[in-house]
């Protein structure tokens, strides 16, 4: 039993960060809040079911039109793709954040 706070991905993205192809991820200001250092156990949204351990590299604010080619190659998708994901998934466009992480283990 893991005694790390959770972190949620949708499942399509389990594959990417257990492959090292997602090493970040973009999110609202709710879950800026995670400190470099801290290690945090992974669950699929929704089903809950566990995937591994992150460690959080950094947590940077980043402003919708900022996203670039570079977010785009650490998420595994074309900027256009990664914008619509974060549309569909954040459609007022709050303010967003860029959490960077490494896997530990899976």
């Given at each position: 039993?893991?005694?790390?706070?959770?972190?949620?991905?949708?499942?399509?993205?389990?594959?990417?960060?257990?492959?090292?192809?997602?090493?970040?991820?973009?999110?609202?200001?709710?879950?800026?809040?995670?400190?470099?250092?801290?290690?945090?156990?992974?669950?699929t949204n929704p089903e809950?079911?566990?995937?591994?351990?992150?460690e959080v590299l950094s947590?940077?604010?980043?402003?919708?039109?900022?996203?670039?080619?570079e977010h785009a190659r650490?998420?595994?998708?074309?900027?256009?793709?990664?914008?619509?994901?974060?549309?569909?998934?954040?459609?007022?466009?709050?303010?967003?954040?860029?959490?960077?992480?490494?896997?530990?283990?899976?």
């Open positions: 039993m893991s005694t790390h706070p959770e972190f949620t991905f949708f499942s399509r993205f389990v594959a990417d960060i257990q492959a090292g192809r997602k090493t970040i991820t973009i999110r609202d200001e709710s879950e800026a809040n995670w400190q470099p250092g801290q290690r945090l156990a992974l669950f809950h079911q566990p995937f591994g351990t992150i947590v940077k604010a980043v402003a919708f039109d900022e996203l670039s080619d650490q998420e595994n998708m074309t900027l256009p793709e990664l914008k619509q994901v974060i549309r569909n998934i954040y459609p007022a466009l709050p303010p967003l954040y860029v959490i960077e992480f490494q896997l530990l283990g899976v």
